[in-house]
């Protein structure tokens, strides 16, 4: 493991894919990329997305002698939003993030939707590397189209002998992914061409048989599967708080910055 520190970067897109319909692809160039050589794919950033047309970032700063936060014009202000660290190219020195085209309302969706080679993302992201699972022979992953880059990131990264069963929810057939791994794998795939008027996550879960030792389930996905899930593990199955890791990654009808404080709470209620 090497020593996390925090590192602050001006993205310059390079290059945008879709993966499939509803999962694009963007390229970042950064500066210094040997600063994020030690990160782990599937782990998270911040970024900041520009106001559309804006092409400069404003990192938030501190006024060091009044302790609050310097004030940034309306006009130039970036709306911060979490997304996972996809991969890293150190030749190329370019970062990879994925983005759900989930329409044009969020911010960040909708600066993927239209970015361009030239645009610029801030990235606020941590220099070292993270245990994303633990060592167990048998994972299990649930996720919603957002949970999926860091599923497909963890299941790169299994060993061999693990068996995984995934439970991934996208809009169509055509956004299923390939996920490449060593790890003998499972996925049960569901279709919702509308995740943010509900999910049936939580139901499919609830009908697959369950490892009984050696165990950890991964759970990323809107916040009521999220939640209804926790119960289910924690509460009806009786699974130890060291076995699981979940949490909300969106809630239907907020944006991210008004979710958080629900999001983080949920996450901390069992
Ligand atoms: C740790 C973590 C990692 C994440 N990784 C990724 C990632 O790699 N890729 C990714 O795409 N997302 C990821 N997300 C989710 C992403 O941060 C949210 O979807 C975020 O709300 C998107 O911001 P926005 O500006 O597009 O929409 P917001 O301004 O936050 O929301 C605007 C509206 O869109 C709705 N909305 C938000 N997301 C969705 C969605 N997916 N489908 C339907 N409606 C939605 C909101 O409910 C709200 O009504 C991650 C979240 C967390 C916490």
Known sequence: ???????????????????????????????DIHDFQHTTPGDNNKILVPPPGVKEIIFPEMDPETGKMLPIPEHLASSRRTY???????????????????????????????????????????????ELFPEVENMLFVGDATGLPAIAAMIKQLPEHVKATCVLEVYGKDDELELAGKASTTIHWLHNPHPEKGSELAQKVRSLPLPKESRFVFIAAEFDTVKDLRGYFRKEQGWDRTELSAYSYWRAGVAEDRSEKDRRAEKASM
């Not at 390079?14 to 950064?30: A, D, F, G, S």
């Not at 996972?84 to 030749?91: A, E, F, V």
């Open 84 to 130: 996972t660290h996809s991969g890293i190219d150190i030749d190329r020195s370019e970062l990879f993030i994925d983005f759900v085209a989930h329409g044009e309302e969020g911010p960040a969706s909708a600066w993927a939707i239209h970015c361009r080679p030239g645009d610029v993302l801030g990235i606020m992201m941590k220099t070292g590397s993270k």
């Open 1 to 31: 493991m090497k020593k996390r520190g925090a590192a602050r970067r001006i993205g310059v897109v390079t290059e945008k894919e879709y993966l499939t319909p509803h999962l694009i692809r963007v390229k970042l160039k950064v500066d």
